[in-house]
Structure formats: structure tokens, C-alpha cells
């Protein structure tokens, strides 16, 4: 049986067991969310012995030198101490305002406490009282809070909080930011397509505006999609940036309803294929539910986009631990991201 030592205490691994799993049926609180090492929210530090280059996938070369690693992803073949992420990790922030988008989409503005750099599209992992979730940043550096749109999923705890009791001056932390979904400066004639559903939307609109704020001269094509109306938002907004620039074009969508102005009925693929037939040349960043961007990434490559053309970002669901220790009871999961 492997060992994993926290805090001055020794905890068996069961066969197969990763690293989070054995401490959390011990009882040790470890934040953590998509448990498939995506959302890096519970990255941990070795103290002594070897971690699994496996362990160590998607993360900068300045963590993996000071021994981080994603407990999710970590099954030691030797024993191993281990400590929590560092403060220096974890930036303060609070809440500025809580926005209805639409009846289950929320934007949460946050204000760091100190300096966070990031890229429009990437994401972040919030942190309060034990549970870690992510979502996507919509806002712009130069921006002096960061937006946060966040979905109303029935008994989660991170979003439940955001929605009914929180309020602006509230504290939390963030860690981050993570992910490889953004707008990169070069081939400004370059046609970009980016596609999302639901909440995938807030990555999608981070991007946009980056594109356009650097000065992209090439067509940009916005596809959202959504069961019905209630599930589009923002709409207005996308509306009032399609008029102030010709080459962007907002196309929304819903798979149930019956057809209105502006408002395309029918699978997002199908809408894509129509408004833009020729794909080869573009540049692609899908975002959201991750059945929708596996198989639009398959379809968009069959169509002639190139796969390092292709920027995804799917946004895996928070997973409960199999058991939890003695007192701790299990918890439905928030969507991550």
C-alpha cells in the first residue's frame, strides 16, 4: 500500500487510489472540482519524494520545478508528503456586484486585493470554505474587476451561495488563471470562428472583445447556442458590438421554439454550416458543454479546419469523491466553469 503524509500524518492509498481520493477519505479537506485535471483547483505541493510526470500535465514549468502537482491526477509509486498550495498562490479578492444575465446565468465582478494577470478566455478556480470551482473570465485586463458568469446548477454549493446569499463585499479567494482558450495577436485577416453553449458563452465574449480591442481585420463569427430563448443572454450587447463593427457577426440559436428575428432555430453545427460553408483557413475556439465541443471539434476538422487551428475549452462538471471521511457528507456538484 502507498503512503501520502500530510500535516505530520500518514494516510494509506488504496490500489489505484490518486493522492485526492486517499486524503479526502481521511477527512483532510482538499479543494478540488473536475477531478480529471482540468481545473488544476486542487494542485498540491511534494515535500519528499517522486511525483508522476502525469501528475504534473498542463502545468507551468515554474510550478512543476517547485514540486506541484494535481492531486486528482496523482497515483505515487513511492511514498510521498505532501503539503497544501501555497498562500502566495491564492489571490483575496471580493465581490463588487452580482448581475442577473438571465434566470440561471449570473455575473459575479470581483476585485483582486492584488495584481492578477490573465488572458481573455482563460479561467480561474474560486475557493470559499473548502469547495473550489471554475469559471471562465469574460472581462478585460485593463478592466479593474474581473466578470465571472456563473450558472444557477440545483445544489451546488459554490453557485447556490453566489446566488442567494452572497452579496458584494463578500470575500473569497482565486487560484489561477488556467487554460490555453484565448486570442493570440498575429494574422489579423485571419477569419475566427468561436461557438459555445450556455455559459461557454463568457470565454467566447472575453475573446471577441480581446480580437477586436487588438485590432482583428479578419470576418469573427459568434455562434450561442441554447435549449430555448431564456438560455441566450447577453444578446443586446453582442447586438450593439455587431453594429459597431461590420466584420462581427452574432448568431444565436436555440434547439426548441418556434423561429423569430435574429434568432435561429436548430443544432448549432447545422447553423454553423450554413453561415459559414468554408472553413478551411479559420481559426476556431469552442467553449462549453463537453459532448457539444468534442463533437463539434470532430465535425469542424471533417469540414477542413485544421486541428492546430482548434482551441476548446470544455467545461467538465465539479465530481464528488466516491466516499468521503467519517462526518463529511457527500455534496451534489456545482458546473466547472
Same mark, same amino acid.
Given at each position: 500500500?502507498?503512503?501520502?503524509?500530510?500535516?505530520?500524518?500518514?494516510? =494509506?492509498?488504496?490500489?489505484?487510489?490518486?493522492?485526492?481520493?486517499?486524503?479526502?477519505?481521511?477527512?483532510?479537506?482538499?479543494?478540488?472540482?473536475?477531478?480529471?485535471?482540468?481545473?488544476?483547483?486542487?494542485?498540491?505541493?511534494?515535500?519528499?519524494?517522486? #511525483?508522476?510526470?502525469?501528475?504534473?500535465?498542463?502545468?507551468?514549468?515554474?510550478?512543476?520545478?517547485? =514540486?506541484?502537482?494535481?492531486?486528482?491526477?496523482?497515483?505515487?509509486?513511492?511514498?510521498?508528503?505532501?503539503?497544501?498550495?501555497?498562500?502566495?498562490?491564492?489571490?483575496?479578492?471580493?465581490?463588487?456586484?452580482?448581475?442577473?444575465?438571465?434566470?440561471?446565468?449570473?455575473?459575479?465582478?470581483?476585485?483582486?486585493?492584488?495584481?492578477?494577470?490573465?488572458?481573455?478566455?482563460?479561467?480561474?478556480?474560486?475557493?470559499?470554505?473548502?469547495?473550489?470551482?471554475?469559471?471562465?473570465?469574460?472581462?478585460?485586463?485593463?478592466?479593474?474587476?474581473?466578470?465571472?458568469? #456563473?450558472?444557477?446548477?440545483?445544489?451546488?454549493?459554490?453557485? /447556490?451561495?453566489?446566488?442567494?446569499?452572497?452579496?458584494?463585499?463578500?470575500?473569497?479567494?482565486?487560484?489561477? +488563471?488556467?487554460?490555453?482558450?484565448?486570442?493570440?495577436? /498575429?494574422?489579423?485577416?485571419?477569419?475566427?470562428?468561436?461557438?459555445?453553449?450556455?455559459? =461557454?458563452?463568457?470565454?467566447?465574449?472575453?475573446?471577441?472583445?480581446?480580437?477586436?480591442?487588438? /485590432?482583428?481585420?479578419? +470576418?469573427?463569427?459568434?455562434? !450561442?447556442?441554447?435549449?430555448?430563448?431564456?438560455?441566450?443572454?447577453?444578446?443586446?450587447?453582442?447586438?450593439?458590438?455587431?453594429?459597431?463593427?461590420? !466584420?462581427?457577426?452574432?448568431?444565436?440559436?436555440?434547439?426548441?421554439?418556434?423561429?423569430?428575428?435574429? #434568432?435561429?432555430?436548430?443544432?448549432?453545427?447545422?447553423?454553423?454550416?450554413?453561415?459559414?460553408?468554408?472553413?478551411?483557413?479559420?481559426?476556431?475556439?469552442?467553449?462549453?458543454?463537453?459532448?457539444?465541443?468534442?463533437?463539434?471539434?470532430?465535425?469542424?476538422?471533417?469540414?477542413?479546419?485544421?486541428?492546430?487551428?482548434? !482551441?476548446?475549452?470544455?467545461?467538465?462538471?465539479?465530481?464528488?469523491?466516491?466516499?468521503?471521511?467519517? =462526518?463529511?457528507?457527500?455534496?451534489?456538484?456545482?458546473?466547472?466553469?
Amino acid at each position: 500500500m502507498m503512503r501520502v503524509k500530510h500535516e505530520g500524518q500518514w494516510y =494509506g492509498l488504496d490500489e489505484g487510489e490518486s493522492v485526492l481520493d486517499g486524503l479526502l477519505r481521511g477527512g483532510v479537506r482538499v479543494p478540488n472540482s473536475c477531478r480529471a485535471g482540468a481545473c488544476q483547483s486542487c494542485l498540491m505541493r511534494a515535500e519528499r519524494g517522486e #511525483v508522476p510526470a502525469k501528475a504534473q500535465v498542463g502545468l507551468k514549468e515554474t510550478l512543476k520545478a517547485r =514540486g506541484y502537482f494535481l492531486a486528482c491526477a496523482c497515483h505515487p509509486e513511492g511514498e510521498l508528503e505532501v503539503a497544501g498550495a501555497d498562500a502566495e498562490l491564492r489571490v483575496p479578492a471580493r465581490i463588487t456586484s452580482l448581475e442577473r444575465l438571465s434566470d440561471s446565468v449570473l455575473c459575479v465582478r470581483l476585485r483582486p486585493e492584488r495584481a492578477f494577470e490573465y488572458r481573455p478566455g482563460q479561467y480561474v478556480s474560486l475557493l470559499r470554505d473548502g469547495v473550489a470551482r471554475s469559471y471562465s473570465l469574460a472581462s478585460q485586463p485593463h478592466e479593474d474587476t474581473l466578470a465571472l458568469h #456563473v450558472r444557477r446548477v440545483a445544489g451546488g454549493r459554490m453557485s /447556490g451561495w453566489l446566488f442567494d446569499e452572497a452579496r458584494p463585499g463578500d470575500a473569497l479567494e482565486l487560484q489561477g +488563471p488556467a487554460g490555453e482558450c484565448f486570442y493570440v495577436p /498575429g494574422r489579423p485577416e485571419q477569419p475566427l470562428l468561436l461557438a459555445g453553449t450556455g455559459t =461557454g458563452l463568457a470565454p467566447l465574449y472575453g475573446i471577441v472583445q480581446d480580437a477586436l480591442a487588438r /485590432g482583428h481585420t479578419g +470576418p469573427i463569427w459568434l455562434f !450561442h447556442g441554447a435549449l430555448e430563448a431564456s438560455g441566450l443572454y447577453l444578446v443586446d450587447e453582442l447586438r450593439a458590438l455587431q453594429s459597431r463593427y461590420n !466584420h462581427f457577426q452574432y448568431r444565436p440559436s436555440v434547439l426548441r421554439g418556434q423561429e423569430r428575428v435574429g #434568432v435561429t432555430v436548430g443544432p448549432l453545427d447545422a447553423v454553423i454550416k450554413e453561415t459559414c460553408p468554408r472553413l478551411a483557413g479559420c481559426r476556431a475556439f469552442l467553449c462549453g458543454d463537453p459532448a457539444l465541443v468534442l463533437s463539434l471539434r470532430k465535425k469542424l476538422f471533417l469540414a477542413g479546419l485544421s486541428l492546430k487551428e482548434l !482551441h476548446a475549452d470544455a467545461f467538465l462538471p465539479s465530481t464528488p469523491p466516491p466516499q468521503e471521511g467519517a =462526518g463529511v457528507m457527500s455534496r451534489a456538484s456545482d458546473a466547472s466553469r
